[in-house]
């Protein structure tokens, strides 16, 4: 069992920056990537950023380039950085952790840009 706790959300005027935690507990060998989604209201959940245990990362179109994906394993911590939000960059982020055959989540942090 792996458990993951998010921190960091808020809010935030339009071109401000965000820095998003979260700290892996228990089984977290099992983990080969990491990665940020976020779910917007009525829309599907998404994929933002991954970070693999080769630290290979991946970004969507739309946040390449304003966010960047960073991990402290000593920490057991992976960081989203997040600059030049926009509105629409309003969403509910969560943490993942996959690997074992299995998808852990975080209880989410919500992120609002607006002014």
Partial sequence: QVHLVESGGGLVRPGGSLRLSCVASGDTICISVM????????????AVATIGSDDNTDYADTVKGRFTV???NAKNTVYLLMNSLKPEDTAEYYCNGHGCGYDFWGQGTQVTVSS
């Fill in 35 to 46: 990665g940020w989604y976020r779910q917007a209201p009525g829309k599907e959940r998404e």
């Fill in 70 to 72: 960073t991990k402290d």
